[in-house]
């Protein structure tokens, strides 16, 4: 079965400064797809960055980048120069072909100023 | 285009009543499905549509139908609340399942069974 795993149910970062979340994921497909969605506190869900497995390239959206290693099925998201906007809780999900898309538990970002 | 919509945005049940979630979408996708969320425990999947007239379980099923009989509608029906279906249920829609394509999720539903 799939699982998608994140580890830091919470964490604080300041304006300005970097920070990266943690997920790994387990599935036996060679071909998946994997996403980081963002929800604010206004609930809706949000698409902040997606990659496929089959590239090695690491996916960049503007501050937002990820750490791609599929060997170790590990999937960080990392957030450059935060702001105050991206407090909000960050899931990790993984798609592929067959089944629906899987949510990890979260992990809640905090940017204080 | 209004994207995923979902009706009501609130609802308070008492045990043991019934009532129907309603999601609709006008983007033409042929995958739609439904989330539960609750607090530590991220989204669960409860049913998901691969089309028109297809509907399968999720890791949550029990307690909930699913039926879909248009391309634009999949409603979610609770057959008999119970306190545990307390949560807040989100609709997604995209063109395919298991694949790149991003998932457009509608506002959510707070539902609360007393």
């Known amino acids: 079965a799939q699982t998608v795993t994140q580890s830091q149910p919470e964490m604080s970062v300041q304006e300005a400064e970097t920070v990266t979340l943690s997920c790994t994921y387990d599935t036996s497909e060679n071909n998946y797809y994997l996403f980081w969605y963002k929800q604010p506190p206004s609930r809706q869900m949000i698409l902040v960055i997606r990659q496929e497995a089959y590239k090695q390239q690491n996916a960049t959206e503007n501050r937002f980048s990820v750490n791609f290693q599929k060997a170790a099925k590990s999937f960080s998201l990392k957030i450059s120069d935060s702001q105050l906007g991206d407090t909000a809780m960050y899931f990790c999900?993984?798609?592929?072909?067959?089944?629906?898309?899987?949510f990890g538990k979260g992990t809640t970002l905090s940017v204080s100023s | 285009n209004a994207g995923v919509t979902q009706t009501p945005k609130f609802q308070v049940l008492k045990t043991g009543q019934s009532m129907t979630l309603q999601c609709a979408q006008d983007m033409n996708h042929e995958y739609m499905s439904w989330y539960r969320q609750d607090p530590g425990m991220g989204l669960r999947l409860i049913h998901y549509?691969?089309?028109?007239?297809?509907?399968d379980q999720g890791e949550v099923p029990n307690g909930y139908n699913v039926s879909r009989s248009t391309t634009e509608d999949f409603p979610l029906r609770l057959l008999s609340a119970a306190p545990s279906q307390t949560s807040v249920y989100f609709c997604?829609?995209?063109?395919?399942?298991?694949?790149?394509?991003?998932?457009?999720f509608g506002p959510g539903t707070r539902l609360t069974v007393l």
């Open positions: 549509s691969v089309g028109a007239g297809i509907t």
């Open positions: 999900a993984l798609n592929q072909a067959g089944t629906a898309l899987i």
């Open positions: 997604a829609s995209s063109y395919h399942e298991g694949t790149y394509n991003e998932q457009f």
